[in-house]
């Protein structure tokens, strides 16, 4: 029983982080609104995101704010401190991300001012038609 | 680093994500999605990271939420799930794609979770990713920069031209997203 929890627990971020990335990745293939897809992009990087924070933490480790004094006398053990490198490279992805976010949605906004719609459908019927 | 917490929050967070995604009304779901974020971002916290939590709490699920809010507002609410009848052309041409998708996405996750299993345990001081590089930032960061807080450190020292150019992937957003916009301005 014990061990069955211990590899459940080991596991169990990654697991989520598939789970969470195939949610997204089949909102952006399969619906046709392209509201859904940004959504669906957005828990695709969200995932990534759980993925990195996921590999850096350590058991019992604290958060990456180290106590001045104790830092420069180098008592600092490695082992204590979560990986602050995941950290710093999903700070940037975030960022980017968000940015992504900003001009899909400016991209829609203009596709349904031309279409009327943000339907995939409707607005692959208006091209055909016009 | 608690166990139990992590493993509800993971839970809630994979009931938040397929909720977005069945969620039929646009609002509803982006409202949804808001919730995820900062489920996602309670997760990070827990974890140690505070730095991302700050951010995903104020980027992902405040000004993303913003932007899905003001896009649905100058756009339309309804999915048109709700407006699609029986009688639609499309109704019964999806059927048979509909399980295309589906069967994607879970080739592709039973791939990673094939992959998994090179995947170090979670949270294990010893593993890959924790010990060749980051050792080196958490012994002399604080000695070389004098910034206590190690990711700032480490994103506005020794990463400083990263963060820099961060700016610009910024900046030419916010460009194109005025001229993709400030055009439809013209024409009308």
Not at chain 2, 67 to 75: G, K, N, V
Not at chain 2, 142 to 166: C, I, K, Q, S, W
């Amino acid at each position: 029983m014990d061990a069955w929890l211990f590899e459940i627990i080991g596991k169990f971020n990654y697991w989520i982080y598939v789970v969470l990335m195939m949610t997204g990745f089949y909102a952006m293939i399969r619906k046709n609104n392209l509201i859904k897809k940004l959504l669906g992009m957005n828990i695709f990087q969200t995932a990534i995101i759980l993925l990195y924070i996921s590999m850096g933490s350590k058991v019992g480790g604290k958060i990456p704010i180290l106590d001045k004094e104790q830092a420069l006398a180098g008592a600092v053990q490695v082992a204590d401190v979560v990986n602050p490198l995941p950290h710093v490279l999903m700070l940037t992805a975030i960022v980017v991300s968000v940015s992504v976010t900003g001009v899909a949605l400016a991209v829609a906004l203009r596709i349904y001012k031309e279409y009327g719609s943000i339907d995939e459908d409707q607005i692959l019927e208006r091209i055909g038609k016009s | 680093m608690i166990w139990q917490i992590d493993l509800f929050l993971l839970i809630l967070v994979v009931i938040c994500g397929f909720g977005t995604v069945a969620t039929r009304g646009l609002l509803s779901s982006t409202i949804v999605f808001s919730a995820y974020s900062f489920l996602m971002c309670l997760l990070y916290a827990e974890m140690g990271a505070v730095d991302v939590a700050f951010t995903e709490a104020v980027v992902g699920a405040g000004i993303s939420t913003i932007f899905f809010i003001a896009a649905l507002f100058r756009s339309t609410r309804r999915s048109p799930l709700i407006i699609r009848g029986v009688d639609d052309p499309h109704h019964f041409k999806d059927q048979g794609l509909k399980l295309l998708p589906l069967g994607l996405s879970f080739i592709t996750g039973a791939l990673l979770f094939y992959g998994m299993a090179d995947f170090p345990r979670w949270g294990d001081p010893g593993s890959q990713p924790n010990t060749h590089v980051s050792a080196y930032y958490i012994k002399n960061a604080v000695r070389e920069t004098h910034v206590p807080n190690l990711v700032t450190a480490v994103l506005g020292d020794y990463r400083g031209y990263d963060t820099m150019f961060e700016l610009v992937v910024i900046y030419c957003a916010g460009v194109s997203v005025v001229s993709i916009l400030k055009q439809e301005g013209e024409e009308s």
